[in-house]
């Protein structure tokens, strides 16, 4: 199968990056959202990716003629109706993902492979949902794909093989280097060894032992890691640990509930969003941890 027409549903940090990626190694990306206000913040999301890319690759030609290649819809059977493979960036809830396949299921077309760069999610809460289960499979990928380029492949037990080779195939022509994954794995590699870290820290933050920069600082200074868990956060959002840590709260979780509101009335509801923003536990474009004095 010889992919061609992607579409990327959801347009938010990740989901832009994902389709400026594709655009950006020549495949024709259409950029699904629910309304005019999403899909303009996207724009604005693609205007510096553009630069972002330009300056990572050496080529703003490139860049540019990536950026001409997007296009937006806000209708989801306009915006799959050519598509070969549609990736899901929708938000981290499980009713929103499962409404969004049932819809997609019904309006894409026959030979559409569906995948979901859900961080926390397995392919088989949804499976049912999407009307083609061998055709569904996970992709994901870390933020800043354009240097992070890892694509983590993991299908449930329905999905067909042949399917999973061909998305296999499609990172790789992205520029991404593919991890199969045997079985399905919540937080598949990458988050199975980063979420429990980032937890770690913002127990240690909810409960008072120390502050965001000490635990960077402790954390960049005892493993020579180039910047703590804060710092990831920053780069991550505040939308996701806290979408995160209210599921956990249902669940029961200790201290996620804390972590929750903390992160809303201190950060989400301050406009503090982390790097896209300007501002979240460190200032940018010159955060803290990067000042040699930092470390001392």
């Given amino acids: 199968m010889n992919l061609q027409n992607v579409t990327v549903a959801g347009s938010g940090v990740l989901g832009s990056q994902i389709a400026f990626q594709s655009a950006f190694f020549g495949y024709a990306v259409t950029v699904y959202d629910i309304n005019d206000e999403a899909i303009n913040n996207a724009k604005e999301r693609f205007t510096k990716l553009k630069g972002v890319y330009g300056e990572y ?18 209708d989801l059977a ?21 409404n969004f396949y049932k819809n997609l299921g019904e309006v ?3 030979k559409t492979i569906f995948a979901s760069n859900s961080s926390t999610m397995l392919p088989s809460q949804f499976a049912e949902f999407t009307g083609r289960p061998e055709k569904f499979l996970n992709l994901h990928f870390a933020n800043e794909i354009w240097k992070n380029n890892t694509a983590e492949v993991m299908g449930h037990p329905g999905t067909d093989a042949k399917y999973a080779d061909i998305v296999e195939e499609f990172a790789r022509t992205i520029g991404m280097i593919p991890f199969r994954l045997h079985k399905e794995q919540p937080g598949y590699i990458l988050n199975s060894l980063l979420v429990p870290f980032l937890d770690a820290a913002m127990d240690l933050w909810v409960k008072d032992v120390a502050d965001p ?10 493993t020579g890691a ?20 209210l599921a956990k709260a249902e669940k029961g979780a200790p201290y996620a509930k804390a972590i929750a509101e903390k992160l809303k009335t201190e950060y989400i509801d301050q ?6 923003s300007g501002e979240g536990f460190y200032k940018y474009p010159n955060p803290a941890y990067a000042d040699p004095d930092f470390l001392k």
């Fill in 57 to 74: 690759f050496n080529d703003m030609e490139k860049a540019e003629a990536a950026l001409n290649r997007l296009v937006y819809s806000t």
């Fill in 78 to 98: 306009e915006a799959v109706k050519d598509a070969d493979l549609v990736i899901e960036a929708v938000p981290e809830v499980t009713e929103i993902k499962t």
């Fill in 108 to 110: 894409a077309p026959e």
């Fill in 213 to 222: 920069h000490t635990i960077d600082k402790n954390w960049m200074i005892s």
């Fill in 226 to 245: 180039p910047t703590g868990p804060f710092a990831i956060l920053d780069v991550v959002g505040m939308t996701t640990p806290y979408n995160l840590n």
């Fill in 271 to 276: 406009g503090k969003m982390g790097v896209s």
